[in-house]
């Protein structure tokens, strides 16, 4: 399974991937939403999860999401902020994200949430929709 985390943080990328491979995970690290959005192109196979943090340089986590969801309706995008505010959770879900997680994070938490969406993810292409 592979997964984009977009994080400009580079302590928190950096761990998120040591984790993410710890659990087995393919790990792809973009600093800001417009590597994302290459990155996400250009991935064959496709990314089965996105790990976005919302507050990013030059583009907004919002409009990275908004951009993904205009060319793939399917991959789950888990949000990773530090935006706790209903508001901000409300734009995420209306930008398309499934999940939303505030930082600082449990990363058990973390773990799971991205287990459950991928293990969605997985019954879905299994379903062939």
Same mark, same amino acid.
């Given at each position: *399974?592979?997964?984009?985390?977009?994080?400009?943080?580079?302590?928190?990328?950096?761990?998120?991937?040591i984790n993410f491979e710890l659990e087995g995970y393919d790990v792809d690290l973009a600093e800001d939403g417009y590597r994302a959005l290459e990155l996400h192109g250009?991935?064959?196979?496709?990314? @089965?999860?996105?790990?976005?943090?919302? *507050?990013?340089?030059? *583009?907004?986590?919002?409009?990275?999401?908004?951009?993904?969801?205009?060319? @793939?309706?399917?991959?789950?995008?888990?949000?990773?902020?530090?935006?706790?505010?209903?508001? @901000?959770?409300?734009?995420?879900?209306?930008?398309?994200?499934?999940?939303?997680?505030?930082?600082?994070?449990?990363?058990?938490?973390?773990?799971?949430?991205?287990?459950?969406?991928?293990?969605?993810?997985?019954?879905?292409?299994? @379903?062939?929709?």
């Amino acid at each position: *399974m592979k997964i984009l985390v977009v994080e400009d943080e580079a302590s928190i990328a950096k761990g998120l991937r040591i984790n993410f491979e710890l659990e087995g995970y393919d790990v792809d690290l973009a600093e800001d939403g417009y590597r994302a959005l290459e990155l996400h192109g250009q991935s064959e196979p496709p990314f @089965d999860l996105i790990v976005l943090d919302l *507050m990013l340089p030059e *583009m907004s986590g919002y409009e990275t999401c908004r951009r993904l969801r205009e060319v @793939d309706r399917r991959v789950p995008i888990l949000a990773l902020t530090a935006r706790t505010l209903a508001e @901000d959770k409300a734009q995420a879900f209306d930008c398309g994200v499934d999940q939303y997680i505030t930082k600082p994070f449990a990363l058990p938490e973390l773990l799971a949430r991205v287990r459950r969406l991928l293990d969605v993810r997985t019954h879905e292409l299994n @379903d062939g929709l």
